[in-house]
Nanobody, 123 residues
């Protein structure tokens, strides 16, 4: 099983940008689909943000982030990224990276999870 560690979260003003990273160890990322999910304050469930196929050619985005966020991966260095632009206060959440066998919008399809990184967007 792959171990995942997120980084890059922080406090940013509305309209700003952040880039999240997800580093893998234990196994390579290259044969895993990857995804980003987030859990907002007071919400019980993690919601889908974006996902990317193992080769990077297929990506999916939640409607709420489409056009503002971009997911990418560097299999040679076992890292996945989430570039977040035009951030809004409603993007405030703990962001989790995940790995699994299929490129999916469903968290049930992911078997490996990181511990999360906090993103706070002030108005």
């Amino acid at each position: 099983q792959v171990q995942l560690v997120e980084s890059g979260g922080g406090l940013v003003q509305a309209g700003g940008s952040l880039r999240l990273s997800c580093a893998a160890s234990g196994r390579t990322l290259s044969r895993n689909a990857m995804g980003w999910f987030r859990q907002a304050p007071g919400k019980e469930e993690r919601e889908f943000v974006a996902s990317i196929s193992w080769g990077g050619k297929t990506t999916y985005y939640a409607d709420s982030v489409k056009g503002r966020f971009a997911i990418s991966r560097d299999n040679a260095n076992n890292v996945m990224y989430l570039q977040m632009n035009s951030l809004k206060p409603e993007d405030t959440a703990v962001y989790y990276c995940a790995g699994g066998p299929v490129t999916s919008v469903n968290r049930e399809h992911y078997s490996s999870w990181g511990q999360g990184t906090q993103v706070t967007v002030s108005s």
